[in-house]
């Protein structure tokens, strides 16, 4: 046997691909070795850009002593959770079953069959912090498999019973209205830490598709207050050391309640869903500061994420394995960089304190009120981004994920659109096009690739209808029928693939398979869930498909998919901020602009309509007749004209977009 990842499609799996553990993919052979030897499956799952992850790569599946032990008593599979979330979400609901918590790197025990029967999380090599060593875990794992397996095969079924259990459809719940969504937004502000900005206490993540949803309340709702929130957060995340305040982009989280110390890592996703709220707020109140976030992170998705067929994942949170060494400054390291008067007002601007914010007196880059000097700080800037490009660089995952990627898509295309960047919708559809030839092989779509090869995974529930409200984004911000009718057949594939036939409205986030249960969580988390992808999808293809029929099917699942969240925005609603915004936009009507552009038409009316229109509304433009909200629909006096529609009523047309009423 010998260590088998190296042609892996992940750089995660390909970073063990030196270990002396005779790691293998996931895959049927190694669970036949497993039956053939008679030994338990070990199951390790991460990501590459998470720190304990690294940790206990060095630690224990460097040591030749442990790997040894590891190979004798085991068949070691290897996952990136990234690559498969179906595994890691049956495996992960294992973990916090067994020990009532889950996180990465997650280690599991398993029978040859797949059901788990013992679950943690990081190991140490040897004991610390009362933790057992890994080889101690390693010994009583294999003496338990040979000397009581008839516990091991009781406890791996009780397990499995219960992931099957709670994998089951939600119940539908109370009725999406008006009441049901304000009291959700209510929940959500009130647990608002009105000091710091944002929801929660520490660790402090990004609340991005709260945000959203938070957005369209005030737009959709006229909550004044769910907008002072979102403002809030969103200033605070931006000036603290969440955000990258040299080169832009957005980091994991914050260690701290504060958006001072954050987990150096970014992640595709968290970007691309903070660019859409930032660009929302941007063209809602024109805000400079949101203006110029939107503007960095392009910067930084395309400086630092650009692969040449998509976006990468993720950066590390490490760099040589220490934290934060690329990101944070002394006072000491500015003077050498700036000299004397400019190191100390940066070190003031940027509150670099000789006590530190970080470790060792280092601190994180924060800029909590805007320069006294804006050329100065742009001369600063520059030169500090200057000096960090010759510190070691943390290491990139070049894996392209097709939903993440997606995210980014529709993020680019919308503010593109509102904020007049032309070259921003073209870099989205430049994108699209490479997914679309890409991760489609004979007509499925696959979940990632990795230097412009294709993986083996199959494309998630996520993937699809990430992609779907991507594409139609695209065709709506261009008016090419392309992406609307690629956007239908994905739309379609996914209802097929993924649809409860026992639940209506419930969805599936895997698909079919062999795992020991087939997954789904309609909770928002870190991205938005699958099924409230695919609401979003469902609702705005309602409103785009050119047969009444098809459109009319499409309103009824996204209903229906609706009445399933009603539980969850109800009970959680700070893990239901996509399903929020969907709602809102549902039941606002959902509203529609179709733009009848002139034969010379210069497309100002479009834009000026892109600009003015609530979140979630659906906007055409073309000539009359050219689409099916365009029917019948043309010009005024020669002028293009906007015809506002909410549900099937529409008004007059109108050729300014300050006429446009959305009461």
């Not at 999406?176 to 710091?196: C, K, P, R, T």
């Not at 989280?253 to 660019?275: R, S």
């Not at 050219?626 to 529609?645: E, H, K, M, T």
Request: aromatic share 8%; glycine share 8%; proline share 6%.
């Amino acid at each position: 046997m010998s260590n088998l990842l190296a042609s892996s499609s992940s750089p995660y799996l390909r970073q063990h691909a030196e270990n002396p553990v005779h790691w293998r993919e996931w895959s049927d052979e190694a669970f036949a070795q497993a039956r053939r030897r008679d030994v338990p499956i070990l199951l390790s799952v991460g990501y590459a850009a998470c720190h304990w992850c690294h940790v206990m790569a060095h630690e224990t599946f460097e040591d030749p002593a442990l790997a040894a032990q590891m190979n004798e008593g085991f068949v070691c599979v290897k996952v990136d959770r990234e690559e498969r979330p179906d595994i890691d979400a049956i495996y992960m609901a294992a973990t916090v079953a067994m020990t009532g918590q889950g996180g990465w790197p997650m280690t599991c025990f398993l029978t040859p069959d797949g059901e788990p029967f013992y679950c943690g999380t990081y190991y140490p090599p040897e004991p610390r912090g009362g933790m057992p060593g890994f080889g101690q875990v390693l010994h009583a794992i294999t003496s338990t498999w040979q000397d009581r397996r008839d516990e091991v095969h009781q406890a791996a079924q009780s397990v499995t019973e219960h992931l099957r259990t709670n994998s089951g459809a939600i119940p539908p719940g109370p009725g999406i209205d008006g009441q049901l969504l304000a009291a959700a937004v209510a929940s959500v502000l009130a647990d608002e830490d009105h000091a710091a900005g944002g929801f929660g206490g520490a660790p402090k993540f990004p609340p991005s598709a709260t945000l959203e949803g938070l957005l369209r309340a005030y737009e959709l709702g006229g909550d004044p207050n769910a907008l002072a929130a979102a403002e809030r957060a969103c200033s605070a995340m931006a000036r603290g050391g969440l955000y990258d305040q040299l080169a832009g982009g957005f980091a994991r989280y914050t260690v701290d309640a504060g958006w001072v110390v954050p987990h150096f890592e970014k992640m595709l996703y968290d970007n691309a869903l903070l660019l859409r709220a930032y660009a929302h707020l941007a063209r809602r109140t024109g805000d400079p500061l949101a203006l110029r976030v939107v503007d960095e992170t392009v910067g930084f998705l395309d400086d630092a994420l650009w692969t040449g067929h998509g976006y990468a994942s993720s950066l590390d949170a490490d760099t040589e394995g220490v934290e934060g060494l690329t990101y944070v400054w002394t006072p000491a390291q500015l003077r050498d960089v700036l000299g004397e008067d400019d190191g100390a007002w940066s070190a003031a601007t940027f509150t670099v304190t000789a006590e530190g914010t970080f470790e060792d007196g280092a601190s994180t880059l924060q800029l909590l009120s805007d320069p006294d000097d804006l050329n100065r700080f742009a001369s600063v800037r520059a030169r500090l981004l200057a000096a960090r490009a010759q510190r070691p660089q943390p290491t990139r995952d070049d894996k392209v994920v097709l939903a993440w990627n997606a995210l980014a898509i529709t993020a680019l295309a919308e503010a593109g659109a509102t904020l007049d960047r032309p070259a921003w919708i073209e870099r989205a559809a430049q994108i699209a096009d490479t997914l679309w030839a890409l991760h489609r092989v004979d007509g499925d779509l696959r979940r990632v690739s990795l230097g412009g090869r294709v993986g083996a995974p199959q494309a998630a529930l996520d993937d699809h209808a990430a992609f779907v409200t991507a594409l139609l984004t695209l065709h709506q911000v261009t008016g090419d029928l392309r992406w609307r009718e690629n956007a239908l057949t994905l739309l379609d594939a996914a209802i097929d693939r993924f649809a409860d036939p026992d639940a209506p409205g419930a969805y599936f986030d895997a698909p079919p398979g062999a795992l020991i249960t087939r997954p789904r969580d309609p909770v928002d988390g870190a991205t938005p869930a699958g099924a409230s992808l695919l609401a979003e999808a469902l609702l705005t293809a309602s409103l785009l498909a050119p047969d009444e029929g098809e459109a009319a099917r499409y309103a009824t699942l996204c209903d229906q998919s609706l009445a399933r969240a009603g539980l969850i925005l109800e009970k959680m609603p700070r893990s239901a901020g996509h399903w929020l915004a969907v709602a809102l936009a549902r039941l606002a009507g959902p509203w529609q602009v179709a733009v009848a552009q002139s034969d010379s038409s210069d497309g100002e009316l479009a834009a000026q309509v892109r600009r003015v229109v609530p979140g979630g509304t659906v906007v055409v433009a073309g000539a009359r007749d050219s689409l099916p909200l365009l029917q019948d629909r043309g010009p005024v006096d020669g002028a293009d004209a906007a015809y506002l529609c909410r549900g099937t009523v529409c008004g007059l047309p109108v050729t300014s977009a300050n006429d446009l009423s959305f009461d």
